[in-house]
């Protein structure tokens, strides 16, 4: 079965940047949308980047844009969130997620699988 585990996370100052990772096991590579959510206290669970792990096509939720990069690496089946320019809002638990196609037109909980046990993030 599809299993997401989730490193990476701590505590860094405004401004820092921080990477995450997430090893996926149990699914084809190819027929799958991996993606990183995240929910701050009190908060909606927020979509932030997807990326198709059959290529390369990746989206991204507005308010990360130009900050936060999502790859991947196949051979590894690991894929990565690398955060920069950190904002305090940014803090939050982030979520390894995997979904279907509909996740590259909108970043909605909805369309996801499986997810990861998540890991937190706080920029102060």
């Known amino acids: 079965h599809v299993q997401l585990v989730e490193s990476g996370g701590g505590s860094v100052q405004a401004g820092g940047s921080l990477r995450l990772s997430c090893i996926a096991s149990?699914?084809?590579?190819?027929?799958?949308?991996m993606a990183w959510f995240r929910q701050a206290p009190g908060e909606e669970r927020e979509g932030v980047a997807v990326i198709h792990t059959g290529g390369d096509a990746t989206y991204y939720g507005d308010s990360v844009k130009g900050r936060f990069t999502i790859s991947q690496d196949n051979s590894k089946k690991t894929v990565y969130l690398q955060m920069n320019s950190l904002k305090p809002e940014d803090t939050a638990v982030y979520y390894c997620?995997?979904?279907?196609?509909?996740?590259?037109?909108?970043?909605?909980?909805?369309?996801?699988?499986?997810w990861g046990p998540g890991t937190q993030v706080t920029v102060s």
């Open positions: 149990g699914y084809s590579v190819s027929t799958g949308y």
């Open positions: 997620a995997l979904g279907g196609e509909q996740l590259k037109f909108r970043l909605w909980r909805g369309y996801v699988g499986y």
